[in-house]
């Protein structure tokens, strides 16, 4: 029995068979930290807004559920914090 295999499925992009320098090792992480947090905010945000729709008849109601889960924005700190979490695992050596 044969069959058809992809030719594409063993391509590699020049990116991803590069090895990387440490400079752009934190850079990558540092974006990968932040993307993550901004993800986590959008999500957070549609839960504030779905909340807020949900309450919309009574303005009260409405006003109340979006301040108790309107996130804050993410500081620099917490994004270093996360980018040093995530590089942790990157230097740690086993």
Do not use: G
């Not at 320098?21 to 504030?48: F, V």
């Not at 009574?58 to 309107?70: D, F, P, S, V």
């Amino acid at each position: 029995m044969f069959y058809d295999i992809d030719p594409t499925w063993y391509h590699y992009t020049q990116k991803e068979t590069e090895m990387s320098n440490p400079y752009q090792i934190r850079t990558d992480i540092l974006a990968m930290a932040k993307n993550m947090l901004d993800k986590q905010y959008d999500t957070q945000m549609k839960i504030a807004q779905t909340m807020f729709d949900a309450n919309k008849e009574n303005l009260e109601l409405a006003t109340e559920a979006w301040n108790k889960y309107i996130p804050k924005m993410y500081t620099m700190e917490e994004v270093m914090e996360k980018a040093n979490e995530m590089y942790s695992f990157v230097s740690e050596k086993k």
